[in-house]
């Protein structure tokens, strides 16, 4: 290892890279952790990066994933990925306050995006604060999205084991690229994270919406054991449902249909941007009444991902993962709050959406127990609050329960506070506090989303979130001087810590939604 001024070399397995100092954090830009999925390796699994002879500069930022872009943002985050775009994306960021020989933990940051948006290198995702306060190595990875990460082809090539989907000539079988990268980042992280300052021993993997989905993949994954030590679930959306191999395969019938192709061999043919405009199309094809759109998802193939997430981190296998799980009380204001197509929702087209969860003779009870939740709610507040329940808040609590009844500690927590952008309709929305995690609003200015928040309950509250992620990292529990004590939750108290304006350590919080979803409410 050596240093200038500005940068500084080093000399993992992988081969040598030079890297910048910014701010006092020493910081590595774009490397390589897999081969670029490009032409015949696209829609395979991630194959270990060869390495490279020489000095290779990490100074600067390598594209991201492709995907869907609007120049001028969107109202919420003003925007989750920006150009440039390009299939040789399959590349991490490190951050560490210095690549010595310190073994200090490791954060590992999966970004969401609905599967389909998003990028290591967002300036909101920066560990830079995360290494800087918390003496930490933080790594954020780039994984393929949208239809290249998510499209299902069904076995090309024969069922083997999927331990030697690494190698060269293994056939290609399965799905889920976007787990195959992630694997193949985790085991970058292990074999070179110590000639970064970090411990190979100590890896936390912490993901929001479908990062966290990710994470829980992962935690379960037997190709990842001994790799994580613990896992940070931030707005996990554990109640979407799979699909399996056969519905998945008509999905992408539908897929094909708009991109114009006829198999995976012509998709093969076509540039990456068409391929992201037929993902488009998608949208339109699978969005129903109520539902969050997910044009692509995780499948559930029997191969490279053989149980919903939401089974891993109760499993045995995941006995000694530490876990932090939690969810914003109005998640789903995110997707549906500002759509005036949803404001004008009625009693009934609500009542209806009940139904089909749980059944025409339930709808009108269920309907009325989430009015008297939310006094003077509006139909479409009714809406958001039962799609933030079956999406997020009652799988969280149901991971929860299932771990405290193992005897495996867990620690929960809702994110309440509300902001006052769009004249408060958005209330404590998905993502809203992802900022606070990382204590980095001026790396979230372009965000219209935290519009109006009071800086000094702001800063407070990040700064009390972003120690007790730090804290957790470090030890496996997330309780610090400048906060109430946080107990695990259990079946008997239900410790669930409220992050607002001010903060509370509460019994139960999330009860009302969990008895209202809880057994032999729901039909089978």
């Known amino acids: 290892m050596s240093h200038s001024p500005d940068h500084v070399l080093v000399d993992p397995p992988a081969g040598r890279l030079r890297g910048a100092v910014e701010d006092g954090v020493t910081v590595f830009r774009a490397v390589p952790y897999a081969e670029p999925p490009v032409g015949d390796l696209r829609w395979r699994p991630a194959r270990p990066h060869p390495g490279w002879s020489g000095i290779r500069d990490a100074t600067t930022d390598g594209p991201s994933a492709p995907q869907m872009y609007l120049e001028e943002g969107d109202p919420v985050l003003g925007g989750h990925g920006a150009p440039p775009f390009d299939e040789d994306c399959l590349t991490l960021n490190i951050w560490t306050p210095a690549p010595d020989a310190a073994r200090r ?58 331990a030697a989907s690494d190698t060269a000539d293994a056939p290609d079988e399965g799905g889920n690229y976007w787990l195959t990268d992630q694997l193949a980042a985790l085991r970058w992280v292990k074999e070179n994270i110590a000639s970064f300052g970090g411990d190979p021993d100590h890896i936390t993997v912490a993901g929001q919406s479908g990062g966290a989905v990710s994470t829980a993949a992962l935690a379960g994954h037997p190709q990842a054991r001994g790799l994580i030590r613990r896992v940070i679930l931030q707005s996990p959306p554990l109640g979407l449902e799979l699909p399996g191999p056969d519905a998945y395969l008509e999905r992408t019938a539908a897929y094909l249909e708009l991109a114009g192709a006829k198999d995976v061999h012509e998709l093969r043919a076509l540039p990456w941007q068409a391929l992201i405009g037929a993902g488009a199309g998608l949208f339109a094809r699978t969005m129903r009444w109520g539902y969050w759109p997910t044009p692509f998802l995780p499948v559930i193939d029997g191969i490279t991902l053989r149980h919903h997430p939401a089974e891993a981190l109760p499993a045995a296998a995941a006995a000694g993962i530490d876990v932090m799980i939690g969810w914003t009380r109005e998640e789903a204001n995110f997707g549906f709050a500002l759509d005036e197509g949803y404001a004008a929702a009625t009693r009934e087209q609500v009542t209806g959406r009940i139904a089909e969860t749980f059944g025409e003779s339930a709808a009108a009870e269920v309907y009325a127990a989430y009015e008297r939740a939310r006094p003077g709610a509006r139909p479409a507040d009714v809406l958001m609050d039962l799609i933030t329940d079956e999406l997020f808040r009652v799988p969280a609590v149901r991971l929860a329960e299932a771990r405290a009844e193992a005897g495996r500690p867990v620690w929960a927590y809702q994110f309440d506070l509300p902001t006052p952008a769009h004249e408060g309709r958005l209330g404590a929305a998905h993502c809203l506090e992802l900022p606070f995690v990382f ?24 700064h009390t979130m972003h120690r007790a992620w730090i804290a957790f990292v470090r030890t496996g529990d997330p309780n610090h001087p400048g906060m109430p004590t946080w107990d695990p939750y259990d079946t008997r108290t239900r410790t669930t810590m409220r992050f607002d304006s001010v903060v509370t350590a509460l019994g139960d919080l999330a009860g009302a939604s969990r008895l209202l979803h809880g057994p032999g409410r729901r039909p089978a």
Do not use: C, E
């Not at 204590?439 to 990040?462: C, E, I, K, M, Y």
């Open 105 to 162: 933990p490791v954060l590992v940051w999966i970004h969401g995006g609905g599967f389909v948006s998003g990028s290591g290198s967002l300036p909101g995702y920066s560990g830079a604060t995360f290494a800087r306060d918390g003496d930490l190595v933080v790594v954020s990875i780039n994984y393929r999205i949208g239809p290249l990460g998510y499209l299902y082809f069904g076995p090309q090539g024969g069922a083997v084991d999927t």
């Open 439 to 462: 204590d980095n609003f001026d790396q979230w200015s372009h965000a219209p989303f935290l519009t109006g928040l009071a800086p000094a309950v702001r800063d407070g509250l990040a």
